[in-house]
C-alpha cells in the first residue's frame, strides 16, 4: 500500500507517519511539506510542495499510484491576514481534493476538526450528526466548516472515492508544545515558569470546556481508517473533559472565577496589541465548541485513546516548560533569533 500524507512535518502529520510507518502493511509513505525537514522514518520520502501554488501536473505526479491520500496540511497562521490562511487551507484543499478525484485515488482521509461544528452543548456529547456550520467569528473555524460543504459536495460527485474525515479535540504532545506556544500564545509567554507551584490560580471561565486527544492517538486513527474500509466522520477525543479545574490539579493552583467578558476582553486587548498571535474570535470559537461523542470510532474503527486528556495535557506542559521541539520546520524547538525574532517578525503575521 502506498500513501500520501500532506501536511506531514507538523505535529498530526508526524504522529500519522510514525503510525503508518510501523504497519508492514504500508509499503511507502510519501509526505508533503512546504520545507525539508531533517527528521525521517522508515518508508518516508519527502516531496516539497507549497500546496497552494502547486500545479496540477506537480500534484498529479505525487499522488499517481497512491491507493490513500492522507490531507493534513494545514496553515494556522497569519491570524490577521485571513485572506491568506484562506488561500492556503481552503484553496489548498481544494487543489487536493480535486487531484485526488484525477488521478483516481481511492481513498481520501481528511483532518476535520471540532471546530468545524456548530455551537454545542457543553452538558452533553454530540455525535458525528451534529451541524457543521462552525463559528463564523474566527478563520479557522470558517475554513474548517466550509471545507465540510466541499467535502459533501464531492462525496456526491465521485461516490466511488472512500472518503474520511476525522474531527479531534485540540490535539497534544510533548514535542509539539513549542510550535503550539508559537502559534497561539506568542513569545510574551514565559514557558519555564509554567510547573506546579509556580502558577497559583487558573482563571475559570464559564464555557471554558473542552476535550483533548493525544497526537499519537489521532495518527492511530488515521492508520485505522487508511487499512479499513470505512467511510464517513468520526469524533476523536479522550477523557477527561479538559475544564480550568483539571488544568488548575496538573498545575498544583486554585481555580479563581472569572466572567467570560473579562477574559474575553483581556484577549481582545492582547490582540490589539500584537501581544498573543490567537484571535478574540478564536476564544468565542473556544466557548462554543460541543463535547462530542466518539462511539462511532470505537465501534467502527475500534480505535481507543491510549493516553486520558490529562496525559495528553500534562505532556504539553512539560514540552512548553523544556522547549520541546522536533527536528521539523513546524515543529522546532525555537525559530531564527528567538524569542525576540518572533516579535520581530510580528506575532500573528507569519506564516
Known amino acids: 500500500m502506498r500513501v500520501v500524507v500532506t501536511g506531514a512535518t507538523g505535529n498530526l502529520g508526524t504522529s500519522v507517519v510514525e503510525a503508518l510507518s510501523e504497519d508492514p502493511r504500508v509499503t511507502s509513505i510519501t509526505g508533503i511539506a512546504r520545507r525539508e525537514p531533517e527528521w525521517t522514518r522508515p518508508k518516508l520520502a519527502i516531496e516539497t510542495l507549497d500546496l497552494p501554488q502547486a500545479t496540477d501536473d506537480e500534484l498529479d505526479r505525487i499522488l499517481t499510484g497512491a491507493d490513500v491520500v ?11 491576514d485571513p485572506a491568506t490562511t484562506w488561500d492556503a487551507n481552503v484553496l489548498g484543499s481544494v487543489r487536493v481534493f480535486d487531484a485526488v478525484a484525477r488521478c483516481e485515488v481511492p481513498a481520501l482521509l481528511y483532518a476535520s476538526s471540532v471546530g468545524a461544528y456548530s455551537p454545542g452543548p457543553k452538558d452533553r456529547t454530540v455525535d458525528e450528526q451534529w451541524p457543521t456550520h462552525g463559528w463564523p467569528g474566527a478563520a479557522y473555524t470558517r475554513e474548517k466548516a466550509y471545507l465540510e460543504r ?27 508544545a513549542s510550535e503550539q506556544r508559537r502559534l497561539f500564545a506568542g513569545p510574551l509567554v514565559p514557558a519555564s515558569l509554567v510547573r506546579p507551584g509556580l502558577v497559583p490560580v487558573v482563571p475559570d471561565v464559564p464555557g471554558l470546556t473542552m476535550q483533548a486527544v493525544h497526537s499519537a492517538d489521532v495518527g492511530e486513527a488515521f492508520r485505522l481508517a487508511t487499512l479499513n474500509p470505512v467511510r464517513g466522520a468520526f469524533n476523536l477525543a479522550a477523557d477527561p473533559v479538559v ?14 472565577p472569572l466572567p467570560a467578558v473579562v477574559a474575553r476582553t483581556a484577549v481582545a486587548a492582547a490582540w490589539k496589541l500584537h501581544a498573543v498571535p490567537a484571535s478574540p474570535g478564536l476564544f468565542d470559537a473556544v466557548l462554543r465548541l460541543p463535547l462530542m461523542d466518539t462511539t462511532r470510532a470505537r ?40 524569542r525576540l525574532g518572533e516579535l520581530a517578525t510580528g506575532v500573528g503575521k507569519k506564516p
Open 299 to 338: 465501534t467502527d474503527l475500534a480505535w481507543t485513546a491510549r493516553y486520558s486528556a490529562a496525559d495528553a495535557l500534562a505532556e504539553f506542559l512539560t514540552g512548553l516548560r523544556e522547549r520541546e521541539g522536533m527536528a521539523t520546520p513546524p515543529l522546532a524547538s525555537s525559530v531564527a533569533g528567538g
Open 70 to 80: 492522507i490531507h493534513l496540511a494545514w496553515l494556522f497562521q497569519p491570524t490577521r
Open 243 to 256: 475544564d480550568p479545574k483539571l488544568i488548575a490539579e496538573l498545575l498544583g493552583a486554585r481555580t479563581v
Open 150 to 176: 466541499v467535502l459533501d459536495a464531492f462525496t456526491r460527485t465521485h461516490p466511488h472515492i472512500r472518503v474520511v474525515r476525522m474531527r479531534p479535540a485540540f490535539v497534544f504532545k510533548r514535542e509539539a
